[in-house]
């Protein structure tokens, strides 16, 4: 299994709602990113996870919590969201310290 | 900061015909350089990397080259097909903290 499934693949929420994305790997790897993709733009790293732990925050702010429950699981909370969040986010995994990161197709999210 | 360049940011080419897509990078550092696919509403898919202890490295009509010395890279695609219409991304690995630095990104239209 080489792929990175994501959940779910559209999501419109206004902006007082609370929901969350879901990352998926089965490949064994223990590194998993969350990035946002804005039109034309090329994705913008927001966290890195290593063995399960947050290693890189790139001063995401708080309205955006994420987790990792175990080895093959990444979440992403969401909370009192801005429309400019309005973004493609895309979750990847790779082994740790290899650069070679694997994409899940991202979630749209639009915020009303 | 650091920095990639990539240029140009959009390029038409005939069908058949090549396409060359240049970047610079500013951390002499970097090793490992690769090249990402997106087509539109899809994830980033890697189609080539080089590392800095070669100068070139091909993939069938795919070809990347690497100048150190220069600090620059560039994408070569060869008898260029609808299906290569995409942003093409470029990307340098930072030594630093082992996180890749995106180029903006450039659209590649191939007409008929």
Redesign the interface.
């Known amino acids: 299994d080489t792929e990175v499934t994501q959940t779910p693949k559209h999501l419109v929420m206004g902006m007082t709602n609370k929901k969350s994305l879901k990352c998926e790997q089965h490949m064994g790897h223990r590194a998993m990113y969350w990035y946002k993709q804005k039109a034309?733009?090329?994705?913008e790293?927001m966290f890195?996870y290593s063995y399960e732990k947050l290693s890189?925050n790139e001063s995401v702010p708080s309205r955006f919590s994420p987790e990792c429950p175990n080895s093959s699981l990444l979440n992403l909370h969401l909370h009192a969201l801005q429309p400019e969040d309005s973004a493609l986010y895309?979750c990847a995994s790779s082994q740790v310290?290899s650069?070679?990161?694997?994409?899940?197709?991202?979630t749209r999210l639009t915020v009303v | 900061g650091e920095n990639v360049e990539q240029h140009p940011s959009t390029l038409s080419v005939q069908e058949g015909d090549s396409a060359v897509i240049k970047c610079t990078y500013s951390d002499s550092a970097s090793n490992y350089f690769p090249w990402y696919k997106q087509e539109l509403g899809k994830r980033p898919q890697l189609i080539i990397d080089i590392r800095s202890n070669v100068g070139e490295k091909k993939d069938q009509r795919i070809a990347v080259t690497l100048n150190k010395t220069a600090k620059h890279f560039s994408l070569h695609i060869t008898e260029t097909q609808p299906e290569d219409s995409a942003v093409y991304f470029c990307a340098a690995l930072m030594d630093s903290n082992y996180q890749l630095i995106w180029g903006a990104g450039t659209k590649l239209i191939i007409k008929p």
């Open positions: 034309k733009k090329p994705p790293l890195v890189i895309l310290n650069p070679e990161a694997f994409f899940g197709q991202g």
